[in-house]
């Protein structure tokens, strides 16, 4: 129909207690979030993906974190069977 358009792509974060206190939590949230932006593209219009960070999140440098997500989106959209 006119005038409707396509909602936007979103991401969630799950960054529990086991990640670290506050501080590397949110650290951790911060560089997802600036990391999936730059990946949003590679989603289907209207997608929403929920992004959890295991333990190690808080250890890993910006670096690891984009390996890790980048191998997760590879799963996701089909690049990767394991």
């Known amino acids: 129909m006119p005038g409707e358009s396509t909602p936007p792509t979103r991401a969630g ?10 501080v ?3 650290k951790v949230k911060r560089r997802l979030r600036h990391l999936m932006r730059e990946r949003v593209a ?3 219009p209207g ?3 929920v992004v ?8 890993a440098d910006h670096a690891q974190l984009a390996r ?8 996701l959209l089909g690049g990767g069977a394991r």
């Open 13 to 22: 974060f799950v960054v529990s207690k086991a990640v670290g206190g506050a």
């Open 24 to 26: 590397v939590r949110n």
């Open 42 to 44: 590679l989603l289907s």
């Open 47 to 49: 997608s929403l993906v």
């Open 52 to 59: 959890r960070a295991l333990p190690g999140a808080g250890d």
């Open 68 to 75: 890790d997500l980048d191998a997760a989106l590879e799963r």
